[in-house]
């Protein structure tokens, strides 16, 4: 029987690749989604106090 040999630098720097791009791919998608609903939030608010001031601007006259 033939036993089995252990990868060398090549194999193991190309497995590494292999996983990294997949694993990176997902931690851009999740920080971009993690951004937008951020933003999302800061124009959430702004249109609020934007009412507001609309509301006291309109009550005021």
């Known amino acids: 029987m033939i036993p089995l040999q252990v990868p060398g630098g090549p194999e193991i720097l190309v497995m590494l690749l292999v996983l990294a791009i997949p694993l990176a791919i997902v931690a851009a998608v999740v ?27 309109e009550q005021s006259r």
């Not at 951004?35 to 959430?44: A, C, D, I, K, Q």
């Open 31 to 57: 920080v971009l989604l993690r951004n937008r609903s951020g933003r999302v939030e800061e124009l959430e608010t702004r249109v609020a106090e934007l009412e507001a001031e609309l509301r006291r601007n």
